[in-house]
């Protein structure tokens, strides 16, 4: 069977090539993940293992060589979750460099953030000190892996010199957390699939991908939730709930050091959106990003503070049971819209900098929220629109309910773009 390799830094992201494993392989290609978790992201694992349908595979099983990986594998084709840090960029530099294509597979709707400043101003505001302190815990893996790994890469491959300025200043970008977001030439991949046409202009501005090679695939995230045609608007007018609750839906920024302190910080600020809801009598429930789902002693934190957590298979059942929900930049946001709920924009304390995207702010039934008195104000008050305008919204921007055939299309990308 022909070999086509995903590689990632860890595998918490498993599900994004495994869901395609099947499909793959009824077309005559076996699917590998290969990923440096024991270089730091993800120390532990078993060198070589299965997840799901997916053979997974640390690179301490190719003696901790990124070349080696394509002497045993012998790929037609490498895909990415991301190109943008120095490691995925040297293994995407070598695959072209050995002929073979690279795809970028978007894992989310960068859409929900606002995109249009970035490299003018930043889509967060973040402490320094917590970001220099984040540089420092990784000062000995950039050291001696990731800047040696890309560097030898350049080597190797005979780059250019503005490819090694563009290394530099990188490396410069990466200590003062001044990040200008511009092209990076090694991001660049052959190929990319994206979940919207709302994003189709965000790879061609940070990728450089080719238009005509960039292929709208549709929103898995819609199957992990188990969407399903009658879910769509269900709440829209929708007066009596069994229960006065609220979900609310973070996207992981606590897991970067940025925003939150750290995670005691997370915690209490939910603990203190609970007790100003609990004032109003609704209760908060919590949807985490899967990142914060690997984290024990945070999930422990969080029950002992008595917030309660909604998983992935009763997300959409929670949410039919809320009146509202309250969001970060998080595809996940996606389901309380589609669902038809008020979805409240989090800007309150540490959240005032975020921004959102416009797809976002065009939801008919997004508000933003900058306190806790708007909030429990928005929450009280009945908003009537015109079911029309949701209609109208989801066409424009999320398409097909239940997204179809979307292995079929990354299938497709994938064939459209090897050379047999």
Known sequence: MKKVICFDCWTVGVSHFERHTLEFEKAGYEMVL????SWGHDKGRAIEERIGNLIVRDISFYSNSLLKVFRVEKPVVVLFLSTRSFINMAFNRYALFLGIPTGLIYHGLVSVQDVSNIGKKAVYSFSRLNYFRMIINRSEKNLFINIPNYLHALIYTKAEIKVFKDFLQQIKERITGRWSYDYLYDSQTTFGCVYSNVDVSHMLRFYNV????????????????????DDVLCCVGKKNYPLQQVIYVETGFNSHGIVYSNDTDFVQNMVAFKAVLSKVRVELKLKLHPVNLQNKKLLQDLNDAGIELVSNSNFIFELKRSIAAICEPSSALLVPCILGLPVFLNNIGVMHSISFGDMVFSYPGSQIVRNFEDLCYLIAVENIIKIEKYKDWIELNIGTIPPNDISKKVLKAVEDNICL
């Open 34 to 37: 290969v990923h440096y978790g």
């Open 210 to 229: 080719e238009k005509s090679k960039i292929y709208v695939i549709g929103n898995p995230d819609l199957l992990n939730f188990n969407i399903k045609t």
